[in-house]
């Protein structure tokens, strides 16, 4: 398999591609990254050094695998955060791109918008762009829950009104969709739920909430998600794998006390994770046939 990856990407930690690039390499992905920015560090630190690049980039950089023949062996497309919208405009564009090259290739958007608790901390445009263009241009989208009430207009606090907006957010153009992060009042205040959702139905995975602030696991669940979604074919098997491996990662990263999340280190439950956990099928295939991948 062979994945275009084009998000952040930072020196020190692991996020953006820093988190994406090398878990998927350890599942024998062949990854491609094109890099938005690179810089020192996260941003959470406070501080950081490093360069932020332009859309010129993006296109250039496609023009030059589009030169060499290669993105007909192209699988895929993965985006993160975006930056600003000419730099959104320039990733939709390339995955267009990789689409007409290969037209069973697909994109997966992670739409980084803002988070519970934070609220929105992109650049104006950015919303907007995702909710008018991304979206309609995804064939796989993975919001956390404040991002998918935010682009359905939808609340989400109970789990049928997750359901609801999950469905609304099909209508906006993706076949399939993770929602990370997700509580609703059937989360216990000790577990964290996900939901995944494609025309083979709706399925939730729960786990132990660690207690841990980690940047970079909305990146790391996203590119995990869609190389698996791309091998198993269903959501159901793809947020298993996805999910385990990831929860193994962090708890790996919290007993560590480490600051960055732990994708070296913990690197064997990505392919083999230390706990797996059951899926439960919440309700019947919430797509047409005719919506399949």
């Known amino acids: 398999m062979n ?15 820093s988190a994406a690039v090398f878990p998927l390499q350890r ?12 810089f020192s560090n996260h941003t ?7 360069e932020v690049f332009g859309p010129k980039l993006i296109r250039d950089l496609m023009a030059g695998l589009e030169a060499r ?3 007909a062996e192209c699988d895929g497309l993965l985006s993160g955060y975006m930056g600003s919208a000419e730099i959104a405009a320039a990733i939709v564009e390339a995955a267009g791109t990789v689409k007409r090259a290969n037209p069973s290739a697909r994109y997966c958007c992670d739409p980084v918008i803002g988070d519970v608790g934070k609220g929105v901390f992109v650049r104006e445009g950015i919303p907007d762009f995702i909710k008018k263009t991304a979206l309609p241009a995804a064939d796989i989208v993975t919001p956390n829950q404040f991002e998918l009430d935010f ?25 399939a969709v993770l929602v990370t992060s997700l509580h609703t009042d059937e989360t216990p205040q000790d577990a964290i739920d996900m939901l995944a959702s ?5 399925y939730l995975l729960r786990t132990p909430k660690l207690q841990l602030v980690a940047n970079g696991a909305g990146d790391l669940i ?3 998600f869609f190389a698996h979604y791309l091998r198993q074919g269903g959501a159901k098997e793809a947020l298993a794998r996805a999910g385990s491996s990831v929860f193994g990662i962090m708890q790996k990263s919290l007993e560590a006390g480490a600051r960055e999340i732990q994708v ?7 392919v083999e994770p230390s706990r797996s956990f059951e899926v439960e099928q919440l309700v019947a295939p919430p797509l047409d046939a005719e919506k399949q991948i």
């Open 222 to 224: 996203a590119a995990l």
């Open 69 to 71: 023949g290669v993105l």
């Open 3 to 17: 994945l275009v990856s084009i998000q952040s990407h930072v020196v020190y930690g692991h996020v953006g591609n």
């Open 151 to 175: 682009l359905t207009g939808r609340p989400s606090a109970t789990r049928a009104q997750a359901v609801d907006a999950v469905k609304a957010l099909h209508d906006m153009g993706p076949r």
């Open 264 to 270: 070296v280190k913990a690197q064997q439950e990505v």
């Open 44 to 50: 959470g630190y406070g501080e950081w050094k490093g």
């Open 198 to 202: 494609d025309d083979t139905g709706c």
């Open 27 to 38: 599942m024998g992905v062949e990854v491609w990254p094109i890099h938005t920015v690179q």
